[in-house]
């Protein structure tokens, strides 16, 4: 299934795309696509509704995050050998984890806003993992159970903000409009193989992003496996994997950084494209 949120901000719905590319409401059978809906019982509810029978959302309504209530919404740094080397930094030997405010999530085609004082702003187009199972100390077998589904994410950056500001990458990664989820949460039964997925990004028309998740060091059952070693996971927790190569920060011979004005399109084979204009906080 692709189950989604629409609607105006802080009004979204929850919904599902038919067999024809159109989404019906959910409203009158659950609250939200959030950790209850995404629980082994929530899904098999939903995929048991007959789905010509739910009404049909309007004709270009908003797409809101693709997942409502986010407890948690964790990164993996660097988890592309290439783009660690992009970056000037070495290859993890264990994966790199921080921490995005969940008041960062917006929708994939809402504005993206550049913070007051930013310099360094840039684009970070990665496979989201969303959790469907609670998930502590559980092992890399047991890891896969625990997905609910997966998405496209813009993992949007502030680099003077991460790396030069002092502390921990956090400051750079959790300004507000930093997260678009979206525009669906696929279901983990739907996509074949998540670790042979296509994505890529445009800024302004031009390709920087043209990668596959095939390269990733640690692959989504590994990530989910070794975050639950640290922290309990919940289900409705997001869990963004890292980036392929082609950021701002690694244009040659100079960086490439984002201004107001600027559009980024993205997207990622089978979970659906985002489109966001960048404007001025």
Same mark, same amino acid.
């Given at each position: 299934?692709?189950?989604?949120?629409?609607? +105006?901000?802080?009004?979204?719905?929850?919904?599902?795309?038919? !067999?024809?590319?159109?989404?019906?409401?959910?409203? *009158?059978?659950?609250?939200?696509?959030?950790? #209850?809906?995404?629980?082994?019982?929530?899904?098999?509810?939903?995929?048991?509704?007959?789905?010509? *029978?739910?009404?049909?959302? +309007?004709?270009?309504?908003?797409?809101?995050?693709?997942? %409502?209530?986010?407890?948690?919404?964790?990164?993996?740094?660097?988890?592309? !050998?290439?783009?660690?080397?992009? /970056?000037?930094?070495?290859?993890?030997?264990?994966?790199?984890?921080?921490?995005?405010?969940?008041?960062?999530?917006?929708?994939?085609?809402?504005?993206?806003?550049?913070?007051?004082?930013?310099?360094?702003?840039?684009?970070?187009?990665?496979?989201?993992?969303?959790?469907?199972?609670?998930?502590?100390?559980?092992?890399?077998?047991? !890891?896969?159970?625990?997905?609910?589904?997966?998405?496209?994410?813009?993992?949007? /950056?502030?680099?003077?903000?991460?790396?030069?500001?002092?502390?921990?990458?956090?400051?750079?990664?959790?300004?507000?409009?930093?997260?678009?989820?979206?525009?669906?949460?696929?279901?983990?039964?739907?996509?074949?193989?998540?670790?042979?997925?296509?994505?890529?990004?445009?800024?302004?028309?031009?390709?920087?992003?043209?990668?596959?998740? /095939?390269?990733?060091?640690?692959?989504?059952?590994?990530?989910?496996?070794?975050?639950?070693?640290?922290?309990?996971?919940?289900?409705?927790?997001?869990? /963004?994997?890292?980036?392929?190569?082609?950021?701002?920060?690694?244009?040659?011979?100079? +960086?490439?950084?984002?201004? *107001? %004005?600027?559009?980024?399109?993205? %997207?990622? #084979?089978?979970?659906?494209?985002?489109?966001?204009?960048? *404007?001025?906080?």
């Amino acid at each position: 299934m692709k189950l989604l949120r629409f609607g +105006p901000i802080g009004q979204e719905k929850p919904g599902v795309i038919d !067999a024809e590319g159109q989404i019906r409401d959910l409203s *009158a059978i659950i609250g939200d696509i959030d950790g #209850e809906a995404l629980s082994d019982a929530g899904l098999a509810r939903i995929r048991a509704l007959d789905m010509t *029978a739910l009404p049909l959302a +309007p004709e270009g309504v908003r797409y809101g995050a693709c997942v %409502g209530k986010v407890g948690k919404f964790l990164c993996i740094g660097l988890n592309y !050998a290439d783009h660690a080397a992009e /970056s000037g930094l070495p290859i993890p030997e264990e994966p790199v984890l921080f921490s995005k405010a969940t008041s960062c999530i917006v929708g994939p085609n809402d504005p993206v806003l550049k913070p007051r004082g930013s310099t360094k702003l840039d684009w970070e187009v990665e496979l989201g993992i969303v959790i469907g199972k609670d998930a502590a100390y559980v092992s890399e077998a047991e !890891a896969e159970a625990c997905i609910a589904g997966y998405c496209t994410i813009n993992d949007v /950056s502030e680099r003077a903000f991460q790396t030069e500001r002092g502390g921990t990458w956090d400051k750079g990664k959790g300004c507000d409009t930093f997260g678009p989820l979206g525009p669906w949460l696929v279901t983990r039964d739907e996509v074949a193989d998540p670790a042979n997925l296509r994505l890529w990004l445009k800024v302004n028309g031009q390709t920087f992003q043209d990668g596959s998740t /095939s390269t990733m060091i640690f692959k989504p059952t590994f990530i989910v496996h070794y975050v639950s070693q640290f922290m309990s996971l919940q289900p409705g927790d997001v869990i /963004s994997t890292g980036t392929p190569p082609g950021v701002g920060l690694g244009q040659k011979p100079d +960086p490439v950084y984002l201004n *107001a %004005g600027d559009v980024m399109e993205l %997207g990622i #084979e089978g979970l659906g494209e985002q489109r966001q204009v960048v *404007a001025q906080a």
